[in-house]
């Protein structure tokens, strides 16, 4: 019987952070002995680099066709009116709450502090080389050029510059486009860009397939170069991470399924229990799909014109857990390499988060090209993603967890008022 890939990343990650920490004990690093240089130079740190190239090579098809997609899957915005526009400003509402809450708890707790001057030192050292190339979007100065830089001039030359942000905004206004333009061509073109996200969504699975081999590279060349000091700083990012989710889930939620929803959160959270199991096993919004609507219509007894189109759109374009994730390992990332960002910087990767948390798959693993996308455009090195990948499948089942949660509170606030409009 094959090995899941998450338990074969999780051996990865093991043995590259077991080996390179004896490494840096037995020998003192690369610096100190010869052939663990080479070693280093020659295997480990390009084998890590691929990894992450492979990585950023897909952003620009999977955000471009995600995002134009989950877009135009709200369909016609003037016949849906009421519930197309409760739900998008639910999930804009609800996505900015969640990010601003892990971007508050990570400069509370700051889990990235407490590295020693000396190791930091290696870390930054030589940085900038090993990742050229990986991004080379530049973050705006203040906070007017960010509203000036995200709309594009040329978006094609955006996606070459790697300004990520002009290309969202372009992919967002597309799919816009694609909603408000009804004609048999259009409709084709909508089917090419679906083609386009399950091609990238193909090579994405492929390409984590090598995961083990990449988040090997990367923590044996982070541990060789910084022993196991850093790993104390992973296991309080866990905490966090795993904090915020749990915060967000039963208290922020609660307070939502009460007061805008007029349910009962301990009524909502008995009758989602089944949901929330699926999510956690399966990691994937999608999978988890049918199973939400059956509890929403069975157990919640919500209108089903409403939770259809509600947790359809929802699975993709919902993802209150993902965008809290990745607002917190950005700033987390960025804490461990002393990076300070500043607060224009922060402002940014919250708007990118949470447009992250609607343009990312529902799948597996699906917000990791986002936050290497976020590193490089702020200035963090993108192979710190390494530090936190070997983690990754089980923050991946929590966050899930929080995601398809997220849509069903969506599909009970949205409800409220509308059963007389029921036509099911």
Not at 47 to 74: C, K, T, Y
Not at 99 to 120: A, C, Q
Request: aromatic share 8%; hydrophobic share 50%; charged share 15%.
């Amino acid at each position: 019987m094959r090995c899941p890939l998450h338990v074969r990343t999780l051996l990865g990650a093991a043995l590259g952070a077991g080996l390179g920490g004896l490494s840096f004990l037995l020998w003192g690093g690369p610096a100190e002995a010869a052939a663990l240089g080479g070693f280093v130079e020659y295997f480990a740190r390009p084998a890590g680099q691929i990894f992450l190239r492979l990585l950023f090579m897909l952003v620009v098809p999977l955000l471009f066709s995600s995002l134009a997609l989950g877009v135009a899957g709200l369909g016609d915005l003037k016949s849906l009116g009421r519930v197309g526009l409760k739900t998008l400003g639910y999930t804009v509402l609800v996505s900015s709450a969640a990010v601003l809450l892990g971007v508050f708890l990570v400069d509370l707790v700051r889990p990235g502090d407490g590295i020693s001057p000396e190791l930091r030192a290696r870390l930054l050292a030589g940085a900038s080389e090993r990742t050229a190339g990986l991004a080379s979007a530049t973050a705006p100065r203040t906070g007017l050029d960010l509203f000036v830089q995200i709309v594009p001039d040329n978006p094609l030359r955006a996606a070459v510059n790697g300004d990520y942000l002009a290309v969202m905004f372009f992919a967002l206004l597309f799919g816009v486009g694609l909603t408000l333009t009804k004609s048999e061509a259009s409709r084709r073109l909508e089917g090419t860009i679906e083609g386009l996200y399950e091609v990238a969504m193909r090579l994405i699975h492929v390409v984590l397939g090598f995961a083990p081999i990449g988040v090997f590279a990367l923590l044996f060349t982070l541990t060789v170069e910084l022993g196991y000091e850093v790993l104390g700083q992973l296991a309080r990012y866990v905490g966090v991470v795993v904090f915020a989710l749990a915060f967000h889930q039963f208290v922020v939620f609660s307070l939502m399924v009460k007061f805008l929803g007029g349910r009962s959160p301990i009524w909502f959270f008995r009758g989602i229990q089944q949901a929330m199991i699926t999510a956690f096993s399966t990691s994937s919004s999608n999978a988890t799909l049918p199973t939400a609507l059956e509890v929403a219509e069975e157990r919640l007894k919500l209108p089903p014109h409403v939770s259809r189109f509600v947790l359809t759109i929802g699975s993709t374009a919902n993802q209150n857990g993902t965008a809290l994730f990745e607002g917190v390992t950005v700033l987390f990332l960025a804490q461990v390499y002393g990076v300070e960002l500043s607060l224009a910087n922060q402002v940014l990767v919250v708007l990118i988060c949470v447009l992250g948390g609607i343009g990312t798959a529902g799948v597996p693993a699906g917000s990791i090209p986002v936050v290497a996308m976020i590193l490089g455009m702020v200035h963090v090195p993108p192979e710190g993603i390494g530090l936190i990948l070997g983690v990754d499948r089980f923050l991946d089942m929590c966050r899930t967890t929080l995601n398809v949660t997220g849509d069903l509170v969506a599909a009970v606030v949205v409800s409220r008022g509308e059963e007389k409009h029921s036509t099911v």
